[in-house]
Each structure stands twice: as structure tokens, then as C-alpha cells.
């Protein structure tokens, strides 16, 4: 079975898991267990309205769900009772939709995965408020965990430390597509930086994770959160690519990144090679946050031309090498480390 079946297969088994914690169809007991005992009455049929049927609705529409199968794996290579942990996966794949949701609202985007991004279709508030609850509802699953108290205080800390990373590496994304910075002063570390905490931070998580319930020490969880981190970034990396290739693949409009303004690698790489001419044009297309086809396509041109998308791509694949080679000690030899690396190739060279 390859790396796309197994992440299907996946899927399925993560969405049940979800589905049991955060079911499709509300009433007032789960409301209890979720949230309390109410000191008066909650209104279900609203709360199934105006946050649940939306949820689901971004839910179902697909998603590789990669993180917690990274998750899983991972703590079935270093030997866990998947079984008794297995919850912990939805964590990662909630927290990862919520920010979904933040980030199209941001970014003023459109379209997600193929259907009217949530705000567009649901309202402005409604997405707000449901962001915000994605980022908070998994912590039940953590509160109701019967685990030690140690184990409970690190998994919680490393939530919560990833959470802020998460909120700075949106914010340095956000100032630069609204030009808080000049692009041709954005350095590639930079770059890197935003990546790994807005894009990196949730397989990082996935993977401390599997290294706290391991039993592993705070050295090994940071080795193995950094390898998960940059397979993030490389899987960043690979979507700015597709976005300027081939977006319809993921969903969303054609040149979507070149509308927000975005700065990415490819984007950083080309503003170090461009004549002036070239640079002053890319910078005014990205400033203008056009949908109209002919700039767009104009802006890209600007970005081929210089051989920006094929660098990108090999640093994405030259960040999944040097990652492996970090944490392949740390690992037992087992059929699910071969699948963790399977994985990380995947990210980075997928099409979709």
C-alpha cells in the first residue's frame, strides 16, 4: 500500500475518532461533557447551526489529514499503545482546520478545498467564532485523559507553546502581504521562520506528542518536534509552488498567493536575481492584490523566468534530507520509520 492509500485509509480512521469526540449531530447531554453542567439552558439547535454544521462542512471536504497520521505513526515506531492515545490525533487535525479557517478570513481568500471558503459561505462572525472554538474544543480531549501528572503538564505546555508560535508565524505573514515591509528586505531565514510557525508548528506538535507519551526527554522531543517542523516548512514550501503551477490541484483560485501579496521563497529567491525592471513589476503586481488573469499570470512569468520555482523545489527537498539525517538515530528500525520517511518524500514532491 503507498503513502496516498494509507493517507486515505487514514482519513477515515482519524474522522471517526473526530466524529465520536465532535459529533455531526448535537443535543444537550453532549453539551454537558463538553462544555458543563449549563447554568441555565443551552440552545443546541443554534450551536448545530452556527458551529458544528459548518465545522463538518470544512471537514468533509477532505484534507490529507498527514499530521496526526504523523502522529500515529511515529508513536507506533517508538513503541506506544496507540489505542490508549489514539485522541491525540484529533487534536492536531482540529487545531490544523481552525486555522484554516483564521487564515482564508486573513488572507481574504475565496476558496477552500474546492467549495466557498467558511467566512464566504457561513459569515464573517460565524468564521471567527468557529476558528477560535477549533482552537480550544480539542483541549476536552486532553482534560479528560487518564494520564500522569507530568505527561499531562507537558503535553499541555507544548499545546500551548505551539498555539502563541502559531498566532506569530500568521501575524509576519500577514504584515508582509499588507507591505509592512519592503519584499526585497525579507530574508529567506526569515521566510523559513514563518513557515515554521505557521505551517510547521502542527506536525511539530504531532510529533512532541508522540515523544512525550514515548517516554522520551525533552532533548529527543525537540530533535524529533524540529524534523516534523521541517517537513512542514518543506510541505509549505511544495503548496507555494503548486499555488503558482497548478492551484485548481489545491482548491483554491489560480495564482491565489500572487492576489494576497504573498512572499514566499520562490518570491525572496526572485527578487535576489531579477533586474530592476523586473523587480519593480513583481512588487507593484503583488502590491496591487489583483484577481485580474493577465497580471497574475505576468507576475509568475516574472517568477519562472528566473528559475524560482526549480530553487524552491530543490531546497525543499535538500530541508527533507537534512532532517532525516538529524533524527534517523533517534528512531528504532521498524517497518513504520521507513513509512515516516516514505512520508516526508511525499510532502515534498505530491502534486496536489
Known amino acids: ?134 482552537y480550544f474544543m480539542p483541549l476536552r480531549i486532553l482534560m479528560g485523559m487518564d494520564i500522569d501528572d507530568k505527561t499531562y503538564r507537558r503535553l499541555v505546555n507544548a499545546y500551548l507553546e505551539d498555539m502563541i508560535r502559531i498566532h506569530l508565524g500568521q501575524a509576519t505573514d500577514i504584515g508582509w502581504h499588507r507591505g509592512v515591509k519592503d519584499p526585497e528586505e525579507i530574508t529567506a531565514d526569515q521566510y523559513l521562520q514563518m513557515c515554521a510557525n505557521k505551517t510547521g508548528v502542527l506536525p511539530r506538535l504531532a510529533a512532541r506528542y508522540a515523544a512525550i507519551i514515548a517516554g522520551l526527554d525533552e532533548e529527543s522531543e525537540k530533535k524529533l518536534g524540529k524534523f516534523a517542523e521541517s517537513i512542514g516548512v518543506a510541505f509549505q514550501i511544495q503548496d507555494d509552488i503548486i499555488n503558482v503551477t497548478d492551484a485548481e490541484k489545491l482548491g483554491k483560485d489560480y495564482g491565489e498567493d500572487i492576489t494576497e501579496g504573498k512572499v514566499t521563497l520562490i518570491v525572496i529567491h526572485t527578487l535576489s536575481k531579477a533586474s530592476e525592471d523586473d523587480k519593480r513589476r513583481l512588487k507593484e503586481i503583488l502590491a496591487m492584490h489583483t484577481r485580474d488573469r493577465a497580471l497574475i499570470e505576468e507576475a509568475i512569468s516574472i517568477l519562472k523566468k528566473y528559475g524560482s520555482v526549480e530553487y524552491a523545489k530543490e531546497f525543499a527537498r535538500e530541508i527533507v534530507r537534512k532532517s532525516w539525517r538529524e533524527i534517523e538515530d533517534i528512531l528504532p528500525d521498524n517497518e513504520y520509520k521507513e513509512k515516516l520517511r516514505e512520508l516526508a518524500n511525499f510532502l515534498v514532491e505530491r502534486e496536489f
Open 1 to 134: 500500500m503507498n503513502i496516498e492509500k494509507e493517507l486515505k485509509e487514514n482519513r477515515k480512521f482519524i474522522d471517526s475518532i473526530i466524529e465520536r469526540k465532535f459529533p455531526k449531530e448535537i443535543d444537550l447531554s453532549y453539551l454537558g461533557w463538553l462544555a458543563g453542567e449549563a447554568s441555565n439552558s443551552y440552545d443546541s439547535y443554534v450551536l448545530q447551526k452556527v458551529l458544528f454544521d459548518p465545522m463538518w462542512d470544512l471537514l468533509l471536504r477532505g484534507g490529507k489529514r498527514w499530521r496526526p497520521w504523523l502522529f500515529l505513526i511515529l508513536a507506533k515506531n517508538l513503541g506506544v499503545d496507540v489505542e490508549k492515545y489514539k485522541e491525540l490525533s484529533v487534536i492536531i487535525e482540529l487545531l490544523h482546520n481552525g486555522s484554516l479557517v483564521a487564515d482564508d478570513i486573513e488572507d481574504s481568500a475565496e476558496m477552500r478545498r474546492g467549495d466557498k471558503a467558511i467566512h464566504i459561505k457561513y459569515g464573517l462572525d460565524v468564521a471567527v467564532n468557529l476558528s477560535s472554538a477549533m
